[in-house]
Each structure stands twice: as structure tokens, then as C-alpha cells.
């Protein structure tokens, strides 16, 4: 179960989903968002993200039999805009949930975290973070270094370095730091 994190300087997602008025349009295009959704990356967390900013019918191939065989379903489909404050409302609120995984030493969801965030730094045309989350060796403990790299670039709110984590004696700056969070900690000393 995730500690609480206090997170209060998220950006309001309501707020950047409702209308596209005064928001800046991103450069990716739809094609290279798809295109981008259908490389064989892993678990495909990726697609996860990506299928949002698709149209009903690229996003088709993505989406389950079940909601396809409603036969309201490409009314029912909402695509969201691609526009920057969009991305950096969804990503920093996935963020808080990332953390959490993280400090409870999730290994499959922390993986799907900075799986996710690259993503959403794709759309972003963020190349320069792209390339942290492909660096393996800024990897362990659980993506800690790297969603800490991504937060603090985009100023989102991140939990306290004291933030327990892991063994009783065990940080989350540890881990920011590419450390396991305590000496004694087996799960991040893999």
C-alpha cells in the first residue's frame, strides 16, 4: 500500500482537458504518434498513453473487442488533443501515482512509470529525457532517479528525500540517488 505522498503543486487535469482554446499545439503529428504506438517496446505501456491522442479509427487496432463490439463505441471515443498542457497535466498527475510504486518497491508498475512517462515525453518531443529513460543504468532503484530527472525538469511535485521507503530505515532520496534506500534492502540492491 503507497504511503501518502503530500504532492501540492500538481497541475489541474480538469482544467487542461477542458477545451484546446489558448493551449499550445504540440509538433508530433497523429501518424507519428501511431506509428510511435505500434513499435514492439516491452510490455507496451506505451500504448497505453499513446492511444488517448489517437483518433477512434488509428486507435482502433489498440483498443478491446469488448468496448469495440458496443455499437456506440466510436461515439463513446474521446481523443484527447495534442497539446502540450495536456500532456503535462496527464504525465505529473501519472506521476504521483508513479512515486508510489516506487517507494513501495513495485518493480513491474515502477518499470510501467518511466515506460509511460517516455511516452508522454515522445509527444513532447523531449529527446534529451527520452534518452534518460533509455539509459539502464539510471534505472535502479525502481526508475527513482529517473522520474526524479523528469519532475525536476518539469517542476512537479515529488515526495520529501525523507520520504520512507522500502525498509524501515530506507529513503526515497537514497533511491533518487541511485542508491538502494537502506543497506539491508534486498529488492533494490538488484
Known amino acids: 500500500m503507497s504511503k501518502d505522498i503530500n504532492f ?12 484546446v482554446k489558448g493551449k499550445t499545439p504540440l509538433e508530433v503529428t497523429e501518424d507519428e ?6 513499435k514492439d517496446m516491452g510490455f507496451g505501456f506505451h500504448r497505453e498513453v499513446l492511444v488517448d491522442y489517437l483518433s477512434f479509427e ?12 458496443d455499437e456506440d463505441s466510436e461515439k463513446k471515443w ?3 488533443p495534442l497539446v502540450r498542457e495536456i500532456v503535462l497535466a496527464e504525465a505529473s498527475e501519472y506521476s504521483r501515482f508513479g512515486w508510489g510504486k516506487i517507494i513501495d518497491h513495485r518493480g513491474i508498475s515502477a518499470s510501467r512509470t518511466v515506460a509511460k512517462m517516455r511516452a508522454w515525453l515522445f509527444l513532447l ?3 534529451e529525457m527520452m534518452d534518460i529513460c533509455d539509459d539502464e543504468g539510471k534505472y535502479m532503484p525502481y526508475g527513482a532517479p ?10 512537479w511535485s515529488m515526495p520529501d528525500m ?4 522500502g525498509d524501515e530505515d530506507g529513503t ?3 533511491m533518487i540517488g541511485g542508491l538502494p534506500c537502506s543497506s539491508s534492502c534486498s529488492g533494490c540492491s538488484h
Do not use: H, Q
Open 58 to 69: 488509428n486507435a482502433k487496432e489498440f483498443l478491446n473487442k469488448e468496448f469495440l463490439n
Open 8 to 19: 501540492d503543486a500538481m497541475p489541474d487535469l480538469e482544467a487542461a482537458r477542458s477545451g
Open 33 to 38: 504518434v501511431l506509428a510511435f504506438a505500434r
Open 78 to 80: 474521446k481523443a484527447l
Open 125 to 127: 518531443g523531449d529527446k
Open 172 to 174: 526515497i532520496g537514497k
Open 146 to 155: 529517473i522520474l526524479y530527472e523528469i519532475c525536476k525538469k518539469y517542476d
Open 162 to 165: 525523507n520520504e520512507s521507503a
